[in-house]
Nanobody
Framework: QVQLVESGGGLVQPGGSLRLSCAAS????????MGWYRQAPGKQRELVAR???????NYADSVKGRFTISRDNAKNTMYLQMNSLKPEDTAVYYC???????????????WGQGTQVTVSS
């Protein structure tokens, strides 16, 4: 079983910064693509950013230039540095990771429990 544990959410004023972390633990062989998603009240979950195993990234237009996704493969951990936060960034942020598990290295997608980010004065 694989667990993803998120941390770093909280309340911040507009223009402030937060750094989210997502650490994987359990029995697995490798971690492939990783991503951050968010879901605001009354809205569908949306992609924020994704990063491949070799470090290629892509971002939602709404966060380009403000958010940075990164990963530390040695620590099985992914990060999201969020700068210049806006009230519209308020949401529950979820991480996901594509992980190879089992003797046949099946790739499965796992999700974190979510962490609340609130941007408000």
């Amino acid at each position: 079983q694989v667990q993803l544990v998120e941390s770093g959410g909280g309340l911040v004023q507009p223009g402030g910064s937060l750094r989210l972390s997502c650490a994987a633990s359990g029995r697995f062989s490798s971690i492939y693509d990783m991503g951050w998603y968010r879901q605001a009240p009354g809205k569908q979950r949306e992609l924020v950013a994704r990063i491949t195993r070799d470090g290629s990234t892509n971002y939602a237009d709404s966060v380009k230039g403000r958010f940075t996704i990164s990963r530390d493969n040695a620590k099985n951990t992914m990060y999201l540095q969020m700068n210049s936060l806006k009230p519209e960034d308020t949401a529950v942020y979820y991480c996901n990771q594509d992980v190879s598990v089992g003797p046949d290295s099946t790739i499965r997608t796992y999700w974190g429990q979510g962490t609340q980010v609130t941007v408000s004065s």
